[in-house]
């Protein structure tokens, strides 16, 4: 949790990620925020993010997020 | 013909209640399209009193905006289409050129709109088209048209950073419109699945070709290019069969190989301009959609959208670079030498084209207009105006014509004329590479390298291109970033990776 916090922060610093319920609604990460992020989540936790996990819902919070690394890690 | 909206007339009585422009959550059927457009345009008449004035147009790229561009129209007026998520700088730089007669808005822009530096009428869209019609004033402004009053102004990015509009003729749409429908049998069948953003010339296609051929017309949500299986979904959702996209959009779905979880069977016909398509995407994209029709197409917003295309007939390698093929029907294209005469066969040279799908030239600012369009060097005998692209090419052995570079990208390195793209091509052809760009800095005389890959470092990068670049090609900087920059149009963002390349 922590680890994908501070990606966050990278990406857009200045946005308080725990507080935002919907960070694709409420338009916090653009189109290529998620590129990117997609990109350190790969790197960071060594797992492999398919296109079929690059869904909204999968990026919707930090938890949405933190579930979907927790869940390739295991995989 | 002489005005564009005959083609929306016509299109309007041959298919009164078939989708036109859609997006998401809403449509407009050519019926509904037609009678907005004709309300804004009698509104705007009957307020503005003026013709061939600009009419900015502040909106989302949705359905509507196309009624706000052909009410301009009507009005006897044309459109410049405003970015509404460019920078107010940026904007205001446009409208100081422009000095718009009006500029029209909706509700979610006011705020916007109204810290812009334009001090004219703002106008609300929804109640220009509510507004009831004046069929008599409006056939008044029509008469009095003639087929080179402008019909849109596109702002490019200019070199020394003021934007320049370049005035498009209905003439020069209708032209361009009509090359393109008969080359990619564009019909009432047709389902265009648009990227492009509407103050981008390569959106003047599927627009265009949407109004001429009756097709339909689904603008993809921006947001789906960030989540590529959605995307797909919503091409298979809309029957999209035929899309012109610019190629970091086709790369998107390349390089995270979306097609081996979603197959695309409608779509049929995949366009794309604007930059250079990577091959070893494109053979991706080739592969997982065998027997589907590809084409290259190259052109400035100066020309329209596209004065030259090749239609992909044969196989190319990952290291080969694909032609942009051969001059439009009804377009002009010669390639000149620095001193006016024209390139011997496979000679390089600057790209000059001529033809009615050419600008009338930029708005307010005679120095550029007369800069990049001038009499044609190689007529003297006549007035003939050709727009000189500052694009480098040469003929190849096929007699299609290959683009080499930007004439102010080509540098001077160890005595060597050395073409970045040739760079870039060799670097893309790397299986671990999924994005690059090449720029080159004079102060310190380097060629440096701004790449994007899987597994990969500087090192593997290096031993990857020893084989394929002389020394004096190989770049002295090599700069692995985790996502390149793109531009608002979706292009890689070259500009601001020369200007930034050392705080990567």
Known sequence: MEKILEILKGIKPGVDFTACEDLIGEHVLASFDIVRLVTELTDEFDIEITPLDIVPENFKNVAAIAALVERLEDE | MKNVLELLERANHAYPLKTAFADEAYALTFGELTAKAKSIGTALAAQLACRNRPIAVLMRKEPDALAAFFGAAYSGNFYVVL???????RLDNILRTLSPAALITKPELAEKAAALAFDGPVLDFDTLAAAESDKNALKV????????DPLYALFTSGSTGTPKGAVVSHRSVLAYAEWVTETFTINE???FGSQTPFYFSMSVLDVYATIMAGATFHIIPKAFFSFPVKLLEFLNERRVNTIYWVPSAMCIIANWKVFDYVQVPTLKKVLFA??????KQLNYWIRSLPGRFFANLYGPTEVTDI???????REFTDDQT?????ACNNCGLAVIRDDGTEAAPGEEGELIVRGSFLAMGYYDNPERTAKAFTQNPLNPHYPETVYHTGDLVKYNEYGELEYITRKDFQIKHMGYRIELGEVEAAVNALPFITACVSVYDPATDTIVLIY???KCDDQKVYDGIRPRLPDYMMPGLYKKVKNMPYNANGKLDRAWLKAHYQEL
């Open chain 2, 307 to 313: 004065c030259a295309y090749y239609v992909v007939n």
């Open chain 2, 274 to 279: 604007g930059e250079v398509m990577p091959v």
């Open chain 2, 83 to 89: 970015d509404c998520e460019s920078p107010n700088d």
């Open chain 2, 141 to 148: 402004i029509r008469d009095a048209m003639i087929d080179t």
């Open chain 2, 322 to 326: 694909l032609p942009i093929g051969r």
């Open chain 2, 189 to 191: 069948n047709t389902v």
């Open chain 2, 452 to 454: 994007e890959g899987k």
